[in-house]
């Protein structure tokens, strides 16, 4: 075989359906090997205990799958980051396919990704991701034109947060791809950017058949809970520190910090404002959902996040700018939940205008944004063949 993919599927809990994960890489090994591509399936057990082959563990997870590589990773940390470089550092693989254990591929998916790296030697594929409510996720930000190769900027890279599909291994260690160890949850942001923006040709597979997400994870899965915003945020400053970051052109660093602010630092706001008893409040006290420690830090990281993007995010709109300052001023969960609520009930000028109303047409604008969705569904760029 000329050459080779590699599925990878960490795993937490062996509660979790990854027998479906496993078999739905296996059963395309055929269709693979007609095209010259060996097809090699690794698990990795995480902090299950023991040496992967021997364990009890190990023997409920099925080893009745032959060709599977069983790896052990008891680094005894809560983070899926270690098992997911165990498996990396491993690989002798021409790609790399991370799997999650809750997760499938659809038939056919990994031939037709692997196809689509071949006209110019692709550093990445992005998987079609499938919702569990059965729809493709429309992310990333696609151009309707539907370029072969994708444009970080114009094709809004930095709103796919993770790296599903094929990993040319040449190109991860090229950019010194790693999951960020120690992390409880966004320990593939910064890693993930770094592929899109800097490791080469980045293709979509249009049409394609899919990566199947679930909602099989269970209550234990690590980002389910809510904790503190130091926690939660812990990958961003990791990244706001980063070096090819730091130095890249102002363009990529607006495009990475609107995308932050809008998807992570909002999201963020908007679980913790949610009303009193709300299934996102996690049954959590309202002290320990908002109070000086979490206002501070708010006011500390999102200001830094301006600053990083030379002070200004001249297309992020006035009602999410408006929470963003008002979070950061709001001393208890009351007074955030005030502004949560303003923030939900403003009109559609608040969510269309930017702060910067020359802003309006930008790329990065929301207007422009809601324009060129209604352009990417009449070309049917994410849609199945």
Known sequence: MSQSIEVVIPVHDVQRPFKRAASSA?????ELSRLGVELRVTVVLHNLGGAAGDTTAASAAGNEFDGVTWLACDDGVRSPAGPRNLALDESTATFLSFLDSDDYLEPGSL????KAAQPDSASVVIAPLRTPEGS?????????SKPAVLDPLKDGLAYRSVPY?????????????????????GEDIEATLKLWFRSGPVRYPYGAPAYQQTDDSGAGRVTSSLTNLADELQWLERLLDSVWLQQAALSERRAVALKI?????????????APAGAAGAAGLPDDALWNETERSYWADISSRLYA???????????????????????????SLRTAVERHRSTGRLGDLV????????????????YLTERLRARAGVFSRS
């Open 26 to 30: 296996l059963d395309q090994r055929s």
């Open 111 to 114: 031939a037709a990704w692997w």
């Open 136 to 144: 493709i996720l429309p992310a990333p930000r696609i151009r309707p």
């Open 165 to 185: 599909g094929l990993l040319r291994r040449s190109a991860l260690t090229n950019t010194g791809f790693r999951y960020a160890e120690g992390m409880r949850t």
């Open 261 to 273: 602010l809008r998807v992570h630092g909002i999201g963020a706001l908007l679980r913790r404002g």
């Open 308 to 334: 990083f993007a030379s002070g200004s995010l001249p297309e992020l709109s006035r009602r999410d700018a408006e929470l963003t300052q008002a979070a950061a001023a709001a001393a208890d969960v009351q």
């Open 354 to 369: 930017p702060v910067a109303p020359a802003a309006i047409l930008s790329r990065d604008s929301v207007l422009r944004h």
